[in-house]
């Protein structure tokens, strides 16, 4: 017991010197790393942006694959009218009522029974996909195809996938370009 005291009695701690070198070193690594991290974090939110236009461009073409196959017809009227295409919301209300199966005889047409989107994962799409004022737009042309998904927060453009209608934007239907760019909801171009 004695020499473990000793030994113990006889160590020593750093010194000063020692602990401002490392506190230095620390100071230039967290320097160098900071400015860095505010770019790291906004690709990552410009990654995750991206992917979310795109799975959910991805369920809209199964969703109106399946429509089309099952001899329902797009229904224009829907949504707003963007040259041979239309833009709606992507919910499941206005999903549904994108595609319609005429009636027999005549009638009035019955919009999809097929759920779109789902708070519990038995559709296409998961209704947690979107939050707050971040809201997500499908054109869907007058044939049926879903062609291009613009995801925004408010009106700002924040990713699209896919592609777009003939005159929905002067340039290139890229995230790149249009981040940031504002959708007219009443025509659904991208300016």
């Known amino acids: 017991m004695q020499k473990l005291r000793e030994k113990l009695k006889n160590k020593k701690g750093f010194t000063l010197v020692e602990m401002i070198v490392v506190l230095a070193i620390i100071g230039i690594l967290i320097a160098l790393i900071a400015p860095n991290m505010a770019r790291i974090i906004k690709d990552a939110q410009e990654t995750s ?11 809209a073409q199964a969703y109106a694959t399946r429509q089309v196959s099952a001899g329902r017809t797009a229904t224009p009227g829907a949504g707003v009218a963007v040259g041979t295409a239309f833009m709606i919301e992507l919910t499941d209300a206005k999903m549904k009522a994108a595609f319609t199966v005429p009636a027999a005889g005549g009638g009035g047409a019955t919009s999809s029974p097929d759920d779109f989107m789902s708070a519990s994962g038995d559709a296409y799409l998961n209704t947690n996909v979107v939050n707050g004022d971040d809201h997500l737009y499908v054109y869907i042309s007058n044939e049926g195809a879903a062609m291009g998904m613009v995801y925004t927060n408010g009106v700002k453009v924040k990713a699209v996938a896919g592609f777009a209608p003939a005159g929905v934007t002067a340039g290139n239907f890229e995230t790149g370009i249009l981040k940031g760019a504002t959708l007219d909801l009443t025509d659904g171009s991208i300016s």
């Open 49 to 59: 942006d991206s992917a979310k236009a795109k799975t959910a461009l991805t369920a």
